[in-house]
Structure formats: C-alpha cells, structure tokens
Nanobody
Framework: VQLQASGGGLVQAGGSLRLSCAAS????????MGWFRQAPGKEREFVAA????????YYADSVKGRLIMSRDSAKNTVYLQMNSLKPEDTAVYYC?????????????????WGQGTQVTVSS
C-alpha cells in the first residue's frame, strides 16, 4: 500500500485546513487508517484513527472536537478536517494504514506510512 498525504500549509491560529491521504496498491477499504504528527524535537504522536468501515473514529484528547477524520472508500482517500487550529498543532502530519481488528493509537502497529505534509500554524 502506498500512501500520499497532501493539503498542508501555513495558516493563522483559529483557521482551518483539510489534509488528504490517497492510497494505492492495496485493498484500501479493508485497512484501518490513522493520522499522526511530529513536531520538531518531539516524538511522533497519534492524532486520529478510523475503522475500515468508516463507522468508528478515535481521537487524541488534544484534538478532540477540533479535528475530524473521515474516509471515502470510493476514492481510496482519508481526510483530516482541522478546525480552530492552534500554534501547538504545528507539525509534519503523516497518514498510516494497518490491517487490524480494533482502532489503535500505537504507531508501531501501523504497517504503511505516507511521506508527511507540513502544517504550520502562526500565532
């Protein structure tokens, strides 16, 4: 499975962005998907995940209520709608895929990773 993340950019605090992650080369509709982020000097951290059915989502406490993850299996794409952005959301955002039975925030349980897209939120 190849993953291509896009949609990052520079935005002011309080603004919005929508990230996309396009998948190819596998049975996308059967993979759970996740978004992670990594700020300079910090470890990669979990942001959100969605079940392959699209029926369940799971969010980090720090983004709950502001970021919304969704998927369009017909387009082999997942999205991360980012609202009310804060400077602390600044990071490189990565999408990831795993073949699993439950949602997980553990990055070492994801099998495939995209290349990352930079999100910068100015104060």
């Amino acid at each position: 499975v190849q993953l291509q993340a896009s949609g990052g950019g520079l935005v002011q605090a309080g603004g919005s962005l929508r990230l996309s992650c396009a998948a190819s080369g596998g049975t996308f509709r059967r993979y759970d998907m996740g978004w992670f982020r990594q700020a300079p000097g910090k470890e990669r951290e979990f942001v959100a995940a969605i079940r392959w059915t699209g029926g369940s989502t799971y969010y980090a406490d720090s983004v709950k209520g502001r970021l919304i993850m969704s998927r369009d299996s017909a387009k082999n794409t997942v999205y991360l709608q980012m609202n009310s952005l804060k400077p602390e959301d600044t990071a490189v955002y990565y999408c990831a895929a795993r073949w699993g039975t439950i949602l997980t925030a553990r990055k070492n349980e994801y099998d495939y990773w995209g290349q990352g897209t930079q999100v910068t939120v100015s104060s």
